[in-house]
């Protein structure tokens, strides 16, 4: 049989998905390499700005029938996708595994999260109201609707390459705005395949497309588009602020979903068995590649030498291998790049005093070991730097004051974890610590029905929840005289 075969073939597809047609490119198809064994498992063409253009005018032309549709109709839609996507649970997450590497049972959580923003919004939005005004002088009724932005256009990284498509996906199309998205280049198969269901789940043509190519010219053609009324964006902060700075000269509203740097602070108080799982999600969902990972695990001093040890045989316990096989919690990194990142950060740790605890040095391929270092200086590479791999840094503090600023000296703030038993320490450092989210006595905080997004140059916006709905609707005032 072959590696990761679907059973249902025809969601693995090699064409993009451009006003309900599926598409070839003009130029040489993009191969898509298997992370895990390096083969190529698939391919996509380059569309460029012409095929992209194709797509936003297929969108302007399909968003006035689809805005005009009973919220009802469109939801219905949404949940026949979801239902789809459900249907195709282990397909899709084989997809997910064979172009990203994550190990197969996070591939499956990651389609159970991706759908959950579908099943979300296809619930949540048919409720979603608008206001009365009381109004200021006799005669008048003060109005408050909720329009639909227009043409969205999407670009989303490789970390969750199902997830972070449907959480913008789900509240663009319930909200009644059309959408073009443009996965990673690394990652572009399980949205073809997440395409394909919407379009049998009756998805119009034209309302969601899939653009696959170099990003320079889809991007190009996106930012400059006065079609485009919004881009929503997850990735790093470089790339969001040069998007920002394209969007400006047409006013897009802006979504940004940049990098994080997250700091967990374990206080001497902590129960230690739920700060030992608290850092486990944190640092190692995703194999660390997440932009909520724990970055920094800071320790106070009276806890740290048991948290160590405990840390230490959970890491030591974990297996890095191919991530088809069951029997692995850490698959391949997605490229040459991140196992660099990990070595250079372990190293840089280990010699400015670092003591390695579990796991070392990468074993080959794109497999980083999960890896503990314990007594980081506070000053490593890998507290200013997201390592996004594997890697578990752990630094001592004194005091819960000098623990905050620790956590707080950084230019991000997307997430921030703390574990205490101390309501008045929870509370205090719950609102000291500048993140746009705080997980408390635990690592896992993403869920759809929440507001996921960060302070400082983490980002801006919101998505999940109905917060995430407001990110693509205009409130119009209509303010009615004489009645
Ligand atoms: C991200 O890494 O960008 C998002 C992770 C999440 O949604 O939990």
Redesign the pocket.
Known sequence: MTRGALDEPDLLLNKAYVAGRWIAGDGAPIAVDDPFTLAQFGEIPDVGATGTQAAIDAAEAAFPEWARRPVKERCAILRRWSELILRHKEDLARIITRENGKALKEARAEVD?GNGFIEFYAEYSAHDLGEIIPAPVPGRRLLVEKEPVGVCVAIT?W??PL??LT?KVGPALAAGCTMVAKPAELTPLTALAFAKLGEEAGVPKGVFSVVTGHSKAIGGAMTASEVVRKLSF?GSTPVGAMLAEACAPTIKRLSL?LG?NAPLLVFDDADLDTAIETAMIAKF??AG?????ANRIYVQKGIEDRFLKALAAKIGAMKAGDGLDEANDVGPLIDERAIKKVDEHREDALSHGGELLAGGASPGGRLAQPTLVGHVAPDALLTREETFGPLAGVIGFATVEDGVRLANDTPFG?AAYLCSEDPKTIARVGRDLESGIVGINTGL??TPTAP?GGVKMSGLGR?GSHHGLAEYQNLKYLCHAGI
């Open positions: 999260y990284p970390n969750f997830a972070m959480r997850t979903e994080g969902r995703n590649q997440s932009c909520v990972a997307l905080i993403s996921f998505e």
